[in-house]
T-cell receptor, first 116, second 115 residues
Framework: NAGVMQNPRHLVRRRGQEARLRCSPM?????VYWYRQLPEEGLKFMVY????????ESGMPKERFSAEFPKEGPSILRIQQVVRGDSAAYFC??????????????FGQGTRLTVV | KQEVTQIPAALSVPEGENLVLNCSFT??????LQWFRQDPGKGLTSLLL?????REQTSGRLNASLDKSSGRSTLYIAASQPGDSATYLC??????????????FGTGTRLTIIP
């Protein structure tokens, strides 16, 4: 059972370009979470998705950022018109159906976005 | 709003020593607390998960405790080894987020074990 798979591992974009980050959850997991880790800062929640639904996007910047988790295929975090401040490590986590107390979050290796 | 603090931000100890990392959180209404390890440029590896009804969990040389009422958790590492050098993160899943298993993270403790 492969873990949470993120690609690409490293992504370089020029200012104004679009960045697409992909996340395939663990097999059997239907909940996907995206987190962002800015340099020298902790991980901050961005968005929580289930298949074809955005459940909580309270951590997403209001502009330029969007996320989806289609019925088929990986979850996508899209950043339009990237700026230098978007440079960060973006992590995806997945979990199975809600288990509350005993549900463990499993994280991918992250995508490190550098905007030049 | 839940806030998670980890002290110290960095710690260096000689190999073989036992050590304790601290984590505190402001809202005691949590479902669980998870300790992670992060190596430079890598992802997060889950070390231990303590449910809100539990007091501690152990895995090998690691022991994590939870005092929910005081909003504190500790991660105890016995007989430290150079391979333990990493950043250790704690994260809580709050009851305010029923149905949403998002985690609130601390900023981590960067641990260096000196050979």
């Amino acid at each position: 059972n492969a873990g949470v798979m993120q690609n690409p591992r490293h992504l370089v974009r020029r200012r104004g370009q679009e960045a697409r980050l992909r996340c395939s959850p663990m097999k059997g997991h239907s909940h996907v979470y995206w987190y962002r880790q800015l340099p020298e800062e902790g991980l901050k929640f961005m968005v929580y998705l289930q298949k074809e639904n955005i459940i909580d996007e309270s951590g997403m910047p209001k502009e330029r950022f969007s996320a989806e988790f289609p019925k088929e295929g990986p979850s996508i975090l899209r950043i339009q018109q990237v700026v230098r401040g978007d440079s960060a490590a973006y992590f995806c986590a997945s979990s199975p159906t809600q288990g509350l107390e005993n549900t463990e979050a499993f994280f991918g290796q992250g995508t490190r976005l550098t905007v030049v | 709003k839940q806030e998670v603090t980890q002290i110290p931000a960095a710690l260096s100890v000689p190999e073989g020593e036992n050590l304790v990392l601290n984590c505190s959180f402001t809202d005691s209404a949590i479902y669980n607390l998870q300790w992670f390890r992060q190596d430079p440029g890598k992802g997060l590896t889950s070390l231990l998960l303590i449910q809100s009804s539990q007091r501690e969990q152990t895995s090998g040389r690691l022991n994590a405790s939870l005092d929910k009422s005081s909003g504190r958790s500790t991660l105890y590492i016995a007989a430290s080894q150079p391979g333990d050098s990493a950043t250790y993160l704690c994260a809580v899943k709050g009851r305010a987020n029923f149905g949403n298993e998002k985690l609130t993270f601390g900023t981590g403790t960067r641990l260096t074990i000196i050979p």
